[in-house]
């Protein structure tokens, strides 16, 4: 396991390249100007899909990848005819991550693979009892006869994958406002604001509120984000059906930094001993965005909740009935 010494500097010499290469403007009162609106759409995921030799795609196995997108986005997403018959059950899937099909990321002109850049698969180093925890904590989360233990998203708590919750996975919108004491990480989707106090000390361990709790501070342009005290009911991130275990003794550092007047990079490291072998790092960018934040009422018209647990009844009847 990295000392603290140790992983501090891993995360500025990672960053600091392109940090330095650029030259944000500054805010009225001094500080990098990070703020508006951004969104991290892409068709790069978490972890390397299969097709992929190496981190750094080349064009040919880019322009494939993105082609078959193209076909599922226009298959499964697009416009149906609504007088076709319904499609089978593995036909149908909720694909947010590719309402844009902007394509795979881009960094430092580089086609990017996977948004893990630390492991030379690609893929989450989970340890044997972290993979074994995850398969149980996502076969726990699919109780139907109590609604405090379904997912987040579900009960309005966080947005889905987790929202602007540390570590930021692909959504369409954050926007960043900025005072001389905090940075507020908004997110559209059920209108979380994750606020990271600036030179601030942790929370007592006791405390441990969703999304965790945030300290931030300035090193140079880059804003380093350290985020601990997880609440232990909020286990997961996820992204295009790759799904992050956290433990509440997780420590994740996120880095934002200016590298263009439209493109912030964001990159973090996943410290939670005993879920992984290594601390492990991703890193994507977040492009400016001309779009405008809308309502997002969660709870309005919100009967998926219901439904799941009216079906469990409807379940355990059957299983009943059987059983006579």
Known sequence: MLGRTAFAVALLIAGSAQAQAYRPPRTSFGAPDLQGLWDNASM??????????????????????????????????????????????????????????????????????????????????????????????????????????????????????GGVAAPIMNRDHVQIIQTPDAVVLYGEQNHEARIVRLGARHLPPAIRPWMGDSIGWWEGDTLVVETTNLNPNDRWRWNAGEWILLTPDTRIVERFARVAPAELLYSYVVEAPGAYTEPWRAEMPFHASTARVFEFACHEGNYALANILAGGRQADREAAAAAK
Do not use: W
């Open 44 to 161: 790069t995921i978490l972890q390397r899909p299969k097709g992929f030799k190496a981190l750094i795609a080349t064009p040919e196995e880019a322009a494939a990848f993105e082609a078959k997108r193209l076909g599922h986005y226009a298959k499964v997403i697009g416009d149906v005819d609504p007088h076709a018959p319904a499609p089978p059950e593995d036909g149908v899937e909720d694909d947010d991550n590719f309402e844009k099909p902007r394509g795979l990321a881009r960094i430092r002109g580089e086609i990017r693979s996977s948004q893990i850049v630390s492991t030379p698969d690609g893929r989450l180093p989970y340890s044997p009892a972290g993979r074994a925890a995850a398969e149980k904590a996502l076969k726990d989360e699919a109780v139907v006869d109590d609604p405090e233990g379904r997912p987040f998203d579900e009960r309005c708590l966080l947005g889905g994958g």
